[in-house]
């Protein structure tokens, strides 16, 4: 205490001079209309940017729970489309009507990207979910855009998912606009672009034309977005158009995917292989 005794006695012209000098500026704005409105003004202004930068922070530091949120939202929309579409009457066969089982077989499981490759050969992707979540290898894997591709393997808490983007991987697809059947296959060189083929030339297809999976798929429901035409041509001598397509999903920016079970895998396939069918891609 006699240390900051001493201090003050020190310094009490300057603590003198700076009590004298806010007083006087108290006085100068709270008695000249002016200045009281300049320094009213310039406070309010800097009050509301201080507290637009605080907001905006606080957004930022949400914006994980958000996205989790509106993920989990997508993931019920997913399966209440799937269920939907499964259940929608085909008009040319009118006493048509799917089983609620088979309607209501895709379920969706939000899962984050916690890696991925884009630039080589054969590209893997790792997401945070694993078998302890209910994933298995086979299921196939989607965006909230389009297509990703398919897990290969599974630990405990992760997974590794084959992407589109693989030299060995194709999903079989259709032309949106006349539901013509083909395969969609990465050629390796751009991580936008995939070929669609065994689509024949004498066949319609039009540039921006959408590309969906087909109805013949063990993971994907039928009619997720792939990707849009982009080119077509026909080689030489060839009977099958060269399509060239834009994925819908940007693996550049990819944070959450959505992973789709199946849950009548098991019958469909034991029932084919009996049968000796053909199996799906």
Known sequence: MYQLFQFISRQRAFILFAFLEVLSLWFFY?????????????????????LGTSNSIREYSNLRNVNTELASENSRLNATIAKLQAQQLDKSI???????????????VVA???GLT?????????????????????????????????????????????SILHSEYSVS????SN???????WKGVNPDIVEM????????????????????????PPNITIGYVKKVGVKPDQTFHQIDVQLATNFHTLAYVY?????????????????GDVKPK
Not at 94 to 108: G, I, L
Not at 267 to 272: F, I, N
């Open 94 to 108: 009118v006493n048509y009507k799917a089983d609620s089982n088979v309607a209501s077989r895709f379920e969706f």
């Open 259 to 275: 992973v789709i079970n199946n849950k009548l895998l098991g019958e469909q396939k034991a029932l084919e292989e009996k049968s």
């Open 118 to 162: 884009t630039t080589q050969f054969n590209n893997y992707i790792t997401i945070d979910k694993g078998s302890a979540d209910g994933l298995a290898p086979g299921m196939g894997v989607m965006s909230s855009t389009g297509v990703v591709g398919k897990i290969k393997s599974c630990s405990e808490h992760f997974s590794v998912v084959i």
């Open 179 to 185: 539901n013509e059947i083909g395969s969609v296959k």
């Open 30 to 50: 709270s008695y000249n209309n002016y200045p009281n409105a300049i320094f009213f003004n310039t406070s309010n202004y800097y009050a509301a940017k201080a």
């Open 173 to 176: 697809a259709k032309l949106k």
């Open 112 to 114: 984050k990207v916690s």
């Open 197 to 220: 083929t065994e689509v024949s030339r004498y066949k319609t297809v039009k540039i921006k034309d959408t590309i969906v999976t087909s109805d013949f798929n063990y993971v994907f």
